[in-house]
């Protein structure tokens, strides 16, 4: 008998990419959304429910109502640098917002979770090429802190509550389903691939690359890109190891992988594959920011079986392109 997942956040970004994940798997897929930052049209689970992360009785009934296995957790504030100027928010609906989902899963007698965690956990983490789970966690902004203080929360539940979770820091999510369902329509967008695509499509005057001076070979920061779809398919693998767990227990598993990108990188192949023009200024750091964020993703490997097959540069860039160019006709 297919098993429901509870998908809190599944009308966003990442999250209503994995509810079709999920579908395509055999899983019943029930999403649970506020609508601060996710749309109706990319909806895609059995069922929809709208409430609050902070509504724990509603949380608790839509748990049982619909007699949830598991659930994932995406619904929260994403951006690092906005995290800096406004970080009230931030632990509110982060943490707090968290506590109360443990809370109904607690009343619901529901124990497994995948926790939407963040590279940002690592900070900056001096001479480490490439990071793996075992490094402390260390971050550098609130939004960083936010997910830091959830996983230190999770770990200290398992023995009390019988917590089987898994905390999946994603590295930087990017690109579109291939087959255009959905996609990035983050409002106002602040991630680097969909603004440069906006400038390549003449929505924007220009794309600021914000730092030239980082210790990095062409002094712009690196990522690690990572395709929505490879996210997603995590998630399914996640969901498939925790429903097959017995003992209580908590892990941090990167996706990534394993290789990086600069800034001016990430703009020539946006020139190169689209083939358009755009101009592009050099401006100061943006608060917050890494220098390098690569991920070690040998656990996700060994864990979970999983590894990325759509995230080339290439890819993504192409998947991105195209979902913003169906957007606009
Ligand atoms: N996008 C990235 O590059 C990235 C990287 C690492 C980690 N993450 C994490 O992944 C998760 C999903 O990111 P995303 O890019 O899909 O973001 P998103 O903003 O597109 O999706 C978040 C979803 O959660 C919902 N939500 C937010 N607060 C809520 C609340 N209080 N109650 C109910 N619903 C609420 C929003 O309406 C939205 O549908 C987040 O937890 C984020 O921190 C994202
Ligand atoms: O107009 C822009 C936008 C971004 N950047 C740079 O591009 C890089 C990537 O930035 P962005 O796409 O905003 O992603 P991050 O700040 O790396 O954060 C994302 O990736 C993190 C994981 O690495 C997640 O935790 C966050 O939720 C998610 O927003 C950074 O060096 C930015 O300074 C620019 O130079 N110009």
């Known amino acids: 008998m297919s098993k429901n997942v509870l998908v809190v956040g599944g009308a966003g970004y990442i999250g209503s990419h994995t509810v079709l994940a999920l579908r395509d798997a055999g899983f019943g897929a029930v999403v649970y959304d506020n609508f601060s930052s996710g749309h109706r049209d990319a909806c895609f689970g059995d069922a929809l429910v709208e409430g609050e992360l902070s509504d724990t009785a509603h949380l608790t009934r839509t748990l049982e109502t619909h007699d949830i296995a598991c659930v994932i957790h995406f619904a929260a504030l994403i951006e690092a640098g906005q995290s800096v100027l406004t970080p009230l928010p931030f632990f509110e609906n982060n943490v707090a917002g968290t506590l109360s989902l443990l809370a109904a899963m607690n009343a619901a007698g529901v124990s497994r979770l995948v926790f939407s965690s963040t590279a940002a956990v690592y900070g900056n983490q001096a001479g480490a090429p490439l990071l793996p789970e075992t490094l402390p966690r260390d971050p550098i902004n609130p939004y960083g802190d936010s997910k830091a203080m959830v996983e230190t929360v999770l770990e200290r539940c398992v023995p009390a509550h019988g917590l089987r979770a898994i905390a999946l820091r994603y590295f930087n999510a990017s690109g579109a389903d291939a087959e255009g369902r959905t996609g990035e329509r983050h409002d106002p967008e602040t991630h680097l691939i969909p603004l440069v695509i906006e400038a390549a499509q003449g929505k ?5 690359i914000y730092g030239t001076d980082y210790d990095t070979p062409d002094g712009t920061c690196i990522r690690d890109y ?26 941090p598993i990167n996706l990534g992988t394993g290789a990086g990108q600069s800034v001016r990188e990430v703009i020539d192949a946006v020139r190169r594959i689209t083939g358009r023009e755009f101009a592009v200024s050099e401006d100061p750091r943006r608060p917050g920011d890494p220098a390098r964020l690569i991920a070690d993703a040998t656990r996700a490997g060994e864990v979970l079986g999983w590894r990325p097959r759509h995230s080339d540069l290439e890819t993504i860039v192409r998947d991105a392109w195209a979902f913003a160019e169906r957007a606009r006709s």
């Not at 924007?204 to 600021?208: H, L």
């Not at 990572?226 to 892990?251: K, T």
């Open 204 to 208: 924007r005057a220009q794309i600021r």
């Open 226 to 251: 990572i395709h929505v779809s490879d996210l997603a398919s995590g998630h399914v693998a996640a969901v498939s190891h925790l429903l097959a767990q017995e003992a209580p227990g908590f892990q």
